[in-house]
């Protein structure tokens, strides 16, 4: 699996204008629905889903990064947003450092391996710090793009 795989290139968002956790995964899950990757009726369930598995133990790994993720019945492909702040967020990481780089992963519940290859995708990206540096540098949706396909050829 490749990041290039389930991110929706229209739900990337360079400058998150939402200042909180709950805000940014407002924003990001709104992005999915305008770009076809999420079924509006479906939003309200996914945020509230979102936000209480945040409540419940934060998905800010540290490194500056956050991976809000949940499977939902109402969720029909899996799915992905990446929102970058350069202000940084208070996302709870277990770093108490701010977050600048989100990638929410929204997967249809009872598809677990898709949703943990999603995963190891994303935490193997993540985990490079020129990825990450990289990722916060970027100023336009299309270098965040071919950032992604250099991350998914190895590079």
Do not use: C, W
């Not at 945020?47 to 409540?55: F, N, S």
């Not at 949940?70 to 990481?93: T, Y």
Request: aromatic share 6%.
């Amino acid at each position: 699996m490749k990041l290039r795989d389930f991110i929706q290139p229209d739900a990337i968002q360079i400058q998150l204008k939402a200042t909180d956790r709950d805000g940014v995964i407002r924003e990001l899950v709104s992005s999915l629905v305008a770009s076809g990757g999420l079924d509006k009726v479906a939003s309200d369930e996914v945020t509230a889903a979102l936000i209480k598995r945040e409540k419940n133990g934060s998905t800010g790994f540290g490194k500056g990064v956050a991976v809000p993720h949940v499977k939902h019945p109402k969720i029909g492909k899996l799915v992905g947003a990446i929102g970058l702040s350069a202000a940084g967020i208070e996302f709870g990481a277990l770093d108490h450092k701010p977050v600048y780089s989100v990638f929410m992963l929204l997967s249809p519940q009872g598809q677990d391996q898709a949703h943990l290859g999603a995963m190891e995708v994303i935490f193997r990206s993540l985990n490079k710090d020129m990825f990450r540096r990289f990722l916060r540098q970027a100023d336009t949706r299309e270098k965040v793009l071919e950032l992604l396909d250099e991350a998914d050829a190895g590079k």
